[in-house]
């Protein structure tokens, strides 16, 4: 599941990337993309269509002091094809990945989108949680604290 931080400004995160510098775990790289008969990824080795299976979106407000959170329980499935179609919009991503240590069942995914001057820019975050965790438990609130305290 997605956990997003509700009205948090994504230029405000922009200037932080700095202090999350000690949690930075791996980084990839893709391309998504975009066609009339679905959503593809292609990485080094394979290329994916993406099957989705939407669920409802939680909304909790202040769920840590005044922080409030969009919950998303979306989905989806990946399955290797051997083409694509051919009109498409293709859009390269690099995914950061942070944690706050090997135990936690908690990421935080940082994407960025290539522009046409070939730079990376923050255009999407959230944290990342296995869908059979307690949100509530009190464990993980305190690890979506410590991103949240270096963000802030």
């Known amino acids: 599941m997605k956990i997003y931080i509700e ?9 932080k990337l700095k202090t999350l510098h000690e949690y930075f775990i791996n980084k990839t790289n893709l391309l998504e993309v975009y066609t009339d008969e679905g959503i593809f990824s292609i990485d080094q080795n394979n290329i994916y269509k993406h ?25 989806f499935k990946k399955s290797i094809v051997n083409q694509l179609p051919s009109d498409n919009l293709i859009i390269k991503i690099e995914t950061h990945m942070y944690q706050i240590n090997s135990k936690s069942s908690l990421k935080l995914i940082i994407n960025f989108i290539q522009n046409k001057q070939l730079e990376y820019k923050l255009y999407d975050w959230y944290f990342d949680v296995s869908d059979d ?3 509530n438990n009190l ?4 690890d979506i604290n410590v991103f949240l305290s270096s963000l802030n």
Do not use: A, G, H, Q
């Open 51 to 75: 099957e989705y299976f939407d669920k409802p979106v939680k909304n909790i407000k202040r769920y840590i002091d005044d922080f409030s959170v969009i919950v998303d329980t979306t989905n």
């Open 133 to 135: 965790i307690d949100i």
């Open 139 to 142: 464990l993980f609130k305190e």
């Open 7 to 15: 009205n948090y400004n994504i230029e405000k995160l922009s200037k």
